[in-house]
Nanobody, 122 residues
Framework: QVQLVESGGGLVQAGGSLRLSCAAS????????MGWFRQAPGKEREFVAA????????YYADAVKGRFTISRDNARNTVYLQMNSLTPEDTAVYYC???????????????WGQGTQVTVTS
């Protein structure tokens, strides 16, 4: 089992920045991918970013490339999502996920955090 606890969401004006954190526990993570998804009101949950825990390889959705950065701290078992140049379209509940798999162009997570709200005002 994996437990994921997110933090760092909040309210920010357009153009601002936020950093989300996801503390993981419950198993070793050396061989898996962790990442972030988001779900805006009335929309389906969508992939945002992922990182391979061991190699640090990163993956991003086109909508966030160049603005968001995913990273991890091995010693703290924590994954971060640095979000810059935020726009109202980034408003959503952001979910941390572990053991991400990719099937064709779609990403799936097997473990989920409770979510943290990010609201960007214009």
């Amino acid at each position: 089992q994996v437990q994921l606890v997110e933090s760092g969401g909040g309210l920010v004006q357009a153009g601002g920045s936020l950093r989300l954190s996801c503390a993981a526990s419950g198993r070793t993570f050396s061989s898996i991918r962790m990442g972030w998804f988001r779900q805006a009101p009335g929309k389906e949950r969508e992939f945002v970013a992922a990182i391979r825990w061991s190699a640090g390889t990163t993956y991003y959705a086109d909508a966030v490339k160049g603005r968001f950065t995913i990273s991890r701290d091995n010693a703290r078992n924590t994954v971060y999502l640095q979000m810059n140049s935020l726009t109202p379209e980034d408003t959503a509940v952001y979910y941390c996920a572990a053991d991400l798999q990719r099937n064709g162009g779609a990403w799936y997570g097997n473990y989920w955090g409770q979510g943290t709200q990010v609201t960007v005002t214009s």
